[in-house]
């Protein structure tokens, strides 16, 4: 079952409208639509608002079998494309642990491009980490832009507006958000 499946069953189970889930996320009913048809590959913070709107979590979104278990991932999991989401923001994430239910947090593995990011700013309920592995990229968070490099970090409430630029080429980050 794809993204979009999960996100109408769901939203069908609790017996709601496209209309009344847009209107409480703060976007268009088309948008959704899009979405649970699967012609439209939302980012992150939609994700976190659909998830907050039907009362569940992103994990739920990204998975339907959930197991409790330690997770585990193998490198040549999470490096395999196949196992990627590639957003219309222009960045792709890996959602590690999805499987996983009653989490606190949610890490991904993020990669942006320079050039194929689009400028947008994201605000969600919840804290956030980001740590990058390779590149640079400028962080906005509120009104303090960050310049971010190898091997630093940034702590942060999601509420805040933020967004990201890529300065190298590609910049590969790992995000840690907490769920509420």
């Not at 959602?95 to 491009?113: C, I």
């Not at 990011?117 to 906005?140: C, R």
């Not at 080429?169 to 840690?176: A, I, Q, S």
């Amino acid at each position: 079952m794809s993204l979009g499946q999960r996100i109408r069953m769901i939203r069908k189970q609790q017996k709601r409208t496209l209309d009344e889930i847009a209107t409480q996320c703060g976007f268009t009913k088309s948008l959704l639509s899009k979405i649970e048809n699967g012609v439209s590959t939302p980012p992150i913070a939609t994700l976190v608002k659909i998830a907050e709107s039907l009362g569940v979590k992103v994990s739920d979104l990204l998975e339907e079998h959930q197991e409790p278990r330690t997770f585990f991932a193998q490198a040549s999991h999470y490096q395999n494309n196949a196992n990627w989401i590639k957003t219309e923001k222009g960045y792709s994430f890996y959602a590690f642990a999805a499987p996983r239910p009653d989490k606190k947090m949610q890490p991904y593995y993020f990669v942006a491009r320079k050039g194929e990011v689009k400028k947008h700013v994201f605000s969600h309920s919840g804290e956030e980490f980001i740590y990058v592995l390779e590149g640079t990229m400028k962080y906005q968070v509120g009104s303090v832009e960050y310049t971010l490099q190898a091997g630093d970090a940034i702590y942060f409430n999601s509420v805040e507006d933020h967004l990201l630029t890529p300065i190298s080429d590609e910049v590969r980050y790992l995000g840690v958000f907490s769920e509420g």
